[in-house]
């Protein structure tokens, strides 16, 4: 385990020099200025709309509709860029790097391949972890500073978008092993995608009471644990939510927030440890 | 003491394609062995499966004793690829002591100074990868596979991409690594370079080892070439042993003699015969 630091180390350098880390960078911003704007909109749109009386006596909550609905879409927005992040800083780690002679110069040197592919898996983590935070915590700001609202629970659901984004990384990096960086790429976001319809099909599934689609969302979700991470933070943004906004709440654009239970965590360091222990032993066995 | 590098029956195919049938090799510790073949003979798939990077179907291939890929043959080995990169944003120095930590080599300072001299980089340590010539970025690559003294070292196409200058600095090093002691498995298609070099010439057809020995060795005499009064004379089939009797009859039968050569088969035409002369290198 000697090589894991200087692995890392040698990640995160190439990490930060690759132009996409320039380029995620530009977009984070252009959108944290675009939720900044949307935001400070909505807030104010929101204060100069009076909810008729029977919503209020039902205990609709517009500045909980409003910041909690906005701040959905900044946690499905970080959730994105970071999994943008993940794929592109992963998605060629083995047969990319092979194919272009970065690989065996490394490969050769007596750390061993899985202390080489657990470290590459550990850097793009750590880097999209801190991305995630960050951008989570950029956001919250922004939501606090335009309407003067912040979610219920603040710290479990940004740990657990980087969590997603880590589970991503996973994913991504097992796809590195198999696929050229091209055909991995397209893998990883159609995965995303899937892990999203997944939460939409839930959302339908609950309006229309189809158990059917409720099964297919809850069983997409725990084979995408990104995505049950993901609906389960955002189910934590308005935990202590009540009456009308909660179910209005429910209905919001971004996948149906859901609480995961008590074994998503366990079961979220399960599916990594099986990935990258997947990816390790296809590595371990591959020719370069 | 086990060899600095043994194959033993090594196989290795890919789905239809045997590239290696069972391959049986030896480099001693301190020997210069050059590694010849056309393309497609299977010597980089030797030289990979020894360094742990494909793995063998058939037979297997020891490190200094150790199984190769295992952490002790590659502790023991280093290694240029015949195609290779390095990120184009470190420093030369950087690069090598990525390496230096990677290798667990204590040399620090001192040893990356050393084998950037050695590679004649010396002028180059704070200049990144990107700006260096194919060249340069070459003989990093093999300062690179020297970082932390190996005792053994798979050179794999290593002048590739040098010009006469640099495959000059190249040979002075393989001369300096013998000089040190150091084993080296050479896959080179410059047949001159090998001869020049090399204690040992092997060479791969078909994934087959069709011809191995000294260049010496695997000589046939062709004749003696004797300059005289009148020309040049050859004594075909003659060997070294025949020249002093050739002259002394051609002195004594009144020619004047201005110069004696014995000729030999050259390294070229033991290679075009071992492998087939429609098969260039």
Not at chain 1, 66 to 81: K, N, P
Not at chain 1, 133 to 138: E, P, Y
Request: glycine share 12%.
């Amino acid at each position: 385990m000697r090589g894991v630091p200087i692995v890392i180390g040698y990640a995160i350098r190439e990490s930060v020099r690759r132009r996409v880390f320039i380029v995620v960078l530009v977009l984070t911003a252009a959108f944290l200025g675009l939720y900044g704007l949307g935001a400070d909109k909505a807030f104010e749109e929101a204060q100069g709309v009076a909810p008729p009386t029977e919503a209020v006596l039902a205990g609709l909550d517009s500045t909980e509709l409003t910041g909690a609905t906005l701040f959905g879409l900044s946690m499905f927005g970080t959730l994105f860029l970071g999994t943008v992040l993940a794929a592109f800083l992963t998605l060629g780690v083995v047969r990319g790097d092979a194919e272009r002679g970065l690989l065996q110069p490394l490969v050769v040197r007596p750390i061993g391949r899985p202390t080489l592919l657990f470290a590459r898996f550990l850097a793009a983590a750590l880097v999209c972890g801190l991305y995630v935070l960050t951008v989570f915590g950029g956001a919250l700001l922004i939501t606090w500073a335009t309407g003067d609202w912040v979610p219920d629970r603040i710290v479990a659901p940004a740990i657990q978008l980087a969590a997603g984004v880590a589970v991503i990384a996973a994913i991504s990096l097992l796809g590195s092993v198999f696929l050229t960086t091209t055909a991995n790429g397209i893998a990883v976001f159609m995965i995303f995608g899937a892990g999203l319809v997944a939460g939409l099909l839930g959302q339908i599934g609950e309006v229309l009471e189809s158990d059917t689609l409720t099964r297919v969302a809850e069983i997409s979700s725990w084979v995408l644990p990104f995505e049950a991470l993901y609906q389960d933070g955002l189910n934590a943004i308005t935990a202590d939510s009540t009456g009308l906004t909660e179910f209005a709440l429910q209905l919001g654009p971004f996948g149906g927030a859901q609480a995961a239970g008590g074994f998503l965590w366990p079961w979220t360091l399960t599916y990594l440890l099986l990935v990258c222990g997947a990816a390790t032993a296809a590595f371990a066995r591959k020719d370069l | 003491m086990a060899a600095a590098f043994t194959a033993r029956g090594l196989v290795k195919r890919y789905g239809p394609v045997t590239a290696l049938a069972g391959v049986d090799l030896d480099v001693e510790e301190g020997e210069l062995v050059g590694l010849l073949g056309p393309n497609g003979a299977g010597k980089s798939t030797l030289v990979k499966i020894g360094c742990g990077l494909v793995r063998a179907s058939a037979g297997e291939a020891r490190v200094r004793g150790a199984r190769a890929g295992s952490a002790e043959a590659r502790a023991a080995m280093g290694y240029l690829a015949e195609l290779f990169r390095f990120p184009g944003w470190y420093a030369a120095d950087e690069l090598l002591h990525l390496h230096q930590r990677l290798a667990g080599s204590a040399g620090g300072e001192a040893e990356r100074a050393e084998l950037l001299d050695l590679v004649g980089l010396a002028d180059a340590r704070g200049r990144r990868i990107e700006q260096m010539s194919k060249g340069m970025q070459q003989r990093l690559g093999i300062a690179q596979a020297l970082v932390g003294s190996p005792p053994f070292l798979f050179l794999d196409e290593p002048t590739s991409a040098l010009d006469p200058a640099g495959r000059r600095t190249v040979r002075r090093l393989l001369e300096e690594l013998r000089r040190r002691g150091v084993a080296v498995l050479l896959n080179s298609h410059l047949l001159s370079e090998i001869e020049l070099v090399c204690d040992r010439v092997a060479i791969l057809a078909g994934g087959q080892l069709v011809a191995e020995g000294r260049p010496s060795e695997l000589a046939r005499p062709r004749g003696v070439e004797v300059d005289v009064n009148g020309g040049t004379r050859l004594f075909a089939g003659a060997r070294r042993d025949d020249a002093p009797r050739i002259v002394a009859e051609l002195v004594a039968g009144g020619e004047q003699v201005f110069g004696v050569r014995v000729l030999e088969t050259t390294l070229e035409e033991i290679y075009l015969e071992a492998v087939g002369e429609e098969s260039g290198p």
